[in-house]
């Protein structure tokens, strides 16, 4: 039977936390952001459904099309998961061998979509340097290493965490009792890709002729630096939380940021492939030498 949370005072948490009021729920916030979070990646999902239809699904078969709708469709389900499980209106009867299992799943999910979040900024940074070989070369060893860094990283962290991830019947929530430094690798190693991309992006656009005409403000826009710039201020975010090893603070945005990074990949992925069919269809020259988007060439009416 599940003990009502709110009328709790007298207990005390496994950590230490108080159970009053909302303080029976220290990882409520959590919850909070992860419905805000989902809620924002739902309603742009909505609002760029018939961009996604019109853009995407009958652009060419390519990876880059195949990674963007997997990972566009997986983070919803991944939140929705995780949401149910920190229900507190839920009473799932899960016990901590089933937390361990299910936040294990959900985490191994995130780290592949961020892998995949990565090679689709990086296919289309590529696009950007035409055909340099060697910045192509470059960013390729930098995503390898950023990749497989983040994994390693993972899997550490995961060994030492796993194990004190505990099921919490009077609050239903499956909880982490401690952290592991591995975990700021994990997200430092996705961070520092973002900000060697955004570098070279940067770059890439100040090297660039431009008609002075042209503002460049304009032209940092469309080469995707404010994308990138908030990417790095969410990964920031994450990374800035793992920091404190508190395990109350550790997982609070994991999936709000997790969210909001998708729904600026997204946009700025359907923003780019509508430029490249509008300048296909113009006749006129694309954002760089070929393509300036990843997902082939433009597909005919």
């Given at each position: 039977?599940s003990?009502n949370?709110?009328?709790a005072s007298a207990?005390?948490?496994?950590?230490?936390?108080?159970l009053?009021?909302?303080d029976?729920?220290?990882?409520?916030?959590?919850?909070?952001?992860?419905f805000?979070g989902?809620?924002?990646?739902?309603?742009?999902?909505?609002?760029?459904?018939?961009?996604?239809?019109?853009?995407?699904?009958?652009?060419?078969?390519?990876?880059?099309?195949?990674?963007?709708?997997?990972n566009?469709y997986?983070?919803?389900?991944?939140?929705?998961a995780?949401?149910?499980?920190?229900s507190?209106?839920?009473?799932?009867?899960?016990?901590t061998s089933?937390?361990?299992?299910l936040?294990?799943?959900?985490s191994l999910?995130?780290?592949?979509?961020?892998?995949?979040?990565?090679?689709?900024?990086l296919m289309?940074?590529m696009?950007l340097?035409?055909e340099?070989?060697?910045?192509?070369?470059?960013?390729?060893?930098?995503?390898?290493?950023?990749?497989?860094?983040?994994?390693?990283?993972f899997?550490?962290?995961?060994w030492?965490?796993?194990?004190?991830?505990?099921?919490?019947?009077?609050?239903?929530?499956?909880?982490?009792t401690?952290?592991?430094?591995?975990?700021?690798?994990?997200?430092?190693?996705?961070?520092?890709?973002?900000?060697?991309?955004?570098?070279t992006?940067v770059?890439?656009t100040?090297?660039?002729?431009?008609?002075?005409h042209?503002?460049?403000?304009?032209?940092?826009a469309?080469?995707?630096?404010?994308?990138?710039?908030?990417?790095?201020?969410?990964?920031?975010?994450?990374?800035?939380?793992?920091a404190t090893?508190?395990?109350s603070?550790t997982?609070?945005?994991?999936?709000?940021v997790?969210?909001?990074?998708?729904t600026?990949?997204?946009?700025?992925l359907l923003?780019l492939?509508?430029?490249?069919?509008d300048?296909?269809?113009a006749?006129a020259?694309g954002?760089?030498?070929?393509?300036?988007?990843?997902?082939?060439v433009?597909f005919?009416e």
């Amino acid at each position: 039977m599940s003990i009502n949370i709110y009328n709790a005072s007298a207990s005390m948490h496994p950590l230490g936390w108080p159970l009053r009021g909302i303080d029976v729920c220290p990882h409520c916030p959590a919850l909070r952001l992860q419905f805000i979070g989902l809620a924002i990646l739902i309603y742009d999902h909505i609002l760029t459904l018939h961009s996604e239809w019109s853009l995407i699904w009958r652009a060419p078969p390519s990876f880059a099309k195949y990674a963007f709708l997997l990972n566009r469709y997986l983070v919803p389900g991944c939140m929705t998961a995780a949401i149910y499980q920190m229900s507190l209106f839920t009473y799932a009867d899960l016990t901590t061998s089933g937390c361990q299992v299910l936040l294990l799943t959900l985490s191994l999910l995130s780290i592949c979509s961020i892998a995949m979040a990565n090679g689709l900024v990086l296919m289309r940074v590529m696009l950007l340097w035409g055909e340099n070989r060697t910045a192509k070369r470059l960013l390729g060893a930098s995503f390898m290493l950023s990749t497989l860094c983040t994994f390693t990283a993972f899997i550490l962290a995961m060994w030492r965490m796993l194990l004190d991830i505990q099921f919490f019947p009077y609050v239903q929530m499956c909880v982490p009792t401690r952290t592991s430094r591995w975990l700021i690798a994990t997200w430092a190693s996705p961070l520092l890709f973002d900000l060697f991309t955004l570098l070279t992006t940067v770059y890439n656009t100040l090297s660039r002729p431009r008609d002075a005409h042209v503002p460049l403000r304009k032209a940092l826009a469309r080469d995707g630096i404010s994308f990138f710039l908030g990417l790095v201020a969410l990964r920031i975010l994450n990374l800035s939380l793992a920091a404190t090893l508190d395990p109350s603070l550790t997982m609070l945005a994991v999936f709000f940021v997790w969210s909001c990074i998708t729904t600026l990949l997204n946009r700025s992925l359907l923003r780019l492939r509508k430029a490249e069919l509008d300048s296909d269809a113009a006749d006129a020259p694309g954002l760089t030498t070929g393509r300036s988007s990843p997902f082939g060439v433009p597909f005919k009416e």
